[in-house]
Structures are given as C-alpha cells and as structure tokens.
C-alpha cells in the first residue's frame, strides 16, 4: 500500500529524517508512585498484568499499591456513592456521597489529588451543587464529577459553569427524565422539570452531558433495550423528541450506561447486558457521530460477570473502563483500555481493533470490592478510587485509592522498548488526526510538539 504525504507529512518527515542521525538518547524523568502511611488490613494485592500488547501507552509502570483514603465504619447504605472527574486545573477530584437511611445527608467528603497521587485537598460533609457531586475548584470553574452508581443526582457543566442535573422521577404515567438547572452560583434557574417519558424504574442512570457548543443531551436506556437521548440547543428551554442511540429492540436486557464526549462532539458509550436465559453478562461499546448517526456500531469487549462499568475519555481519545465482576462479594477489580479514535461508518468494530489493553485484574483481596471510579489525568496516567466492605448496611466500608501512572516511554508507540524508525513512521503516519497513536505529550492531537518530544526521547526507553 502506498502512502500519500501532504506538505505537513513531508515537512515533518524532512525534519525527521535529518535529525535521526544526530537524535540523541535522553531519559524521560517518570511519575514517583505516591508515598502514603495507610492501614492495608489485610489481604490486599496489587497486580500489574500484562493486558494485550498495545500500539501505544502499553509500556505504563505497573499499578501502584492500593492505599486507604477515608474509613465510613458502620455506614448505613448498601454501598457508598462514589464520583469522580479532572477539574480546570489538573486535578483528580473524588467525592463520597454521605447519605445514609439513618441519616439522610445530602454532602459530600471530596478529596483532590495531583497526578502523583498526593492529596492536596481535602473538604469533610460539604454540600454538592444542587444536591450532586459537582463543586466549585480552586480556580472558581464549577466541575461535575461523574458517579458510578445510581441513587444521586447527575450532573454536566457547561462552559459557562451552569450546572446541568437529570434525575427519573415517578410521575402519573411511569417513570419519567426529569432536568434541573443552576446558575454558576449554584441558584436554581429551571427546578426539575419532566422533558421525556420512557425512563425505566430498573435503571435511574439517567446521564447529562454538555457538547462543545453547550448543546446539553440527557442519555438514558430506556426499557432495558434502546440506547436513547434527548437534546437541548437553548440551554435546557425545550427539548427534542427521543432520539435513538442505539437501536436494541427486543433484544436483551441492557443497563449501566454510561456516555462521554470527545473533543470532536462525538459520544462514546459502555453498557451491560444480561441474558436470563443462561445468565451470560457482556459489556458493549458504541460511537456516534454528532449528527446523532452510529460512527461505532455496538461491539463487544468483553464477556463475563461484570456490574457497573465506568467510562472515562482522556486527551488522546482512549477510553479507560473499570468494573467489579458482581455487586456484593466481588473480590477482584478490572480495568481496560479501549481506542476512542475509530470511525467505522456505523459497523460494529473488532474486539482487537478496540482494545488497547485487554481486561486485567488490577487488585485482588479477599474483602468484597464495588463500585470503581476512574479518573484520566494529563499525562496518560489513570487514577481510581474503589469501594473495600463487606455489601449491606451497617457494615464498615472502606475508600481505597491506587494508580497507573503514564508511561516512562509515552513515544515508544509500538512497545517494543526503543524509540526508533518504527515509532516515527507511526507518528508520521498519524500527522494531523486526533487519537493514541503518535501522540506523545497527550494533547489529543499529532502534532510538531509531539514530533520534537520524539526526537528527544531517541533510543532505548529508560
């Protein structure tokens, strides 16, 4: 196959070409793992499998030891209600919802962390705005932390820090997608108002989502089987009629959806199924283009006990997903990783074009585990918080934190320990796009910056 270059290609192959002679090896300064005094209790391991080799990102250092970051001793809930995003400034912010039957508190503990894993904030039984896990940072943006689980308000932030919040709500006719919205101040401007029928009591994961021209969706399932939406082009005034993301009808029951969106406008999607007849549990992935068209059609990535998945989309468009096989006495906690940059034309992808780190166990002990949260920071790493307790109420959960920081060697795209020809005619290759490959400083783009950091990181990976 012959390969057509424009002028960038050509100018950065130029520059390429004359400077391989004189590249020089230089190190790549890594993340320090973060340095904690905690309480292990017991039993925990931290595992670091190999997954699938990679086209990039494959050569991460091996996840960092679980450590504890807050004790809720005889916590009067099935689970603890657990969120998380980056905020305008970096940082990885993580929320614990407090809210008990004995004690019905609508705050939250949230903790910020930096990409090392150092705690540098920490705010005890603070409310939420509107009720949700979204929060004012420390540069005054609001931020919305996406939660995993399903019995809490959702909430999306525009560019203009109004606060966007959906909820399903039992009306006369069923149950129902109900909508909110705040000022930046937190003020209630539109007070929960019902904008589409068709929810579904089984499934209250009724997710808000803000594009980049502040067009707000509200993705939802909608009788265990469509993959639906709704859309507001005057900032939640009026709302269109369902439109349908995925059509499942009369197929098996799916739920735990979970949507984001991509710089490009596009949403990415991950959900369950369960078949009954034979209790077989899969987890699926679909793109759609912003016209609302399918880009991916639903694909499968991976087949096994699974309970809510958790969907999070970083700067070089790779999706990273972690979930616990069951919601009660799992004991082990997955994780992988899948490439956002595909654009198949509405076709269903393969599960090796998908995925770029195949499902590996992360952690493994022999106290039940729920309900893991993730977060992408800027420099490839992937930061998670989980759930450690026995399930059931009155029973003492535990909130432990661990890591995978970015990789030593974020241009040896093809994993095979050196930065060489191979890893420029990738980058090369991939000039101009948005997506993993070639993409060394993580900006979601290829760029000359990514050219340069290529050329100095020349050589065998440190």
């Known amino acids: 196959m012959m390969i057509q270059f424009d002028a960038h290609h050509r100018w950065a192959a130029a520059i390429g070409v004359s400077l391989l002679s004189a590249a020089v090896a230089q190190g790549q300064v890594g993340l320090d793992p973060a ?28 996840w960092t030891d679980p450590v504890l970051l807050a004790s809720y001793p005889a916590f009067d809930n099935w689970n603890l209600d657990m969120a998380g995003a980056r905020d305008s400034q970096d940082l990885l912010q993580f929320a614990v919802r407090l809210w008990q039957y004995s004690d019905q508190n609508w705050n939250y503990d949230r903790y910020a962390l930096d990409e090392t894993g150092e705690i540098v904030g920490t705010w005890l039984n ?25 019995t809490q308000y959702f909430a999306a932030v525009d560019s203009n820090d109004y606060v966007h919040l959906a909820s399903t709500l039992s009306g006369g006719s069923g149950w129902e997608v109900s909508y909110s919205k705040l000022d930046p101040n937190g003020n209630t401007l539109i007070s929960w108002d019902i904008i589409t029928q068709d929810a579904d009591p089984w499934n209250f994961y009724v997710q808000p989502i803000v594009l980049n021209d502040d067009t707000v969706a509200v993705v939802w399932i909608r009788d265990t089987e469509d993959i639906c939406a709704v859309k507001s082009t005057d900032h939640g005034v009026t709302w269109s009629d369902i439109i349908v993301l995925v059509d499942r009808t009369d197929t098996i029951q799916g739920s735990c959806v979970k949507a984001v969106v991509g710089s490009d406008d596009c949403l990415h999607l991950v959900w369950r199924t369960l078949d009954w007849s034979n209790y077989t549990e899969k987890l699926w992935y679909a793109k759609v283009y912003p016209d609302w068209s399918l880009c991916v059609d ?8 699974c309970w809510y998945p958790y969907l999070s989309l970083d700067n070089a468009n790779r999706l990273h997903v972690t979930f616990t096989p069951t919601y009660d006495v799992a004991t082990t906690l ?129």
């Open 35 to 62: 340095v904690y005094s905690a309480d292990a209790r017991g039993g925990i391991t931290a595992l670091g499998a190999a997954g699938k080799t990679a086209p990039r990102g494959a050569r991460s250092r091996a």
């Open 334 to 462: 997955y994780y992988t990783r899948l490439r956002g940059d595909l654009d198949l034309g509405g076709n269903p992808a393969t599960d090796e074009l998908l995925t770029l780190i195949g499902e590996e166990i992360v952690v493994s002990d022999v106290i039940p585990l729920h309900y893991p949260v993730n977060v992408p920071d800027a420099a490839g790493g992937v930061h998670v918080i989980y759930e450690r307790g026995a399930y059931g109420c009155e029973t003492d959960k535990d909130v432990y934190y661990i890591s995978l920081p970015g990789p030593d060697c974020p241009a040896d795209f093809d994993g095979d320990g050196d930065v060489d020809t191979a890893d420029l005619l990738i980058l090369l290759a991939a000039w101009g796009t948005a997506g993993p490959d070639g993409d060394v400083d993580f900006d979601g783009d290829v760029d000359t910056a990514d050219l340069l950091a290529l050329l100095a990181a020349w050589g065998p990976c440190p």
């Open 298 to 305: 639903e694909t499968i990535f991976f087949e096994g006990p």
């Open 126 to 150: 603070t409310p939420g705005l509107g009720k949700a896990a979204a929060f004012t940072d420390g540069a005054g943006h609001n931020v919305a932390l996406r939660p995993v689980a399903t």
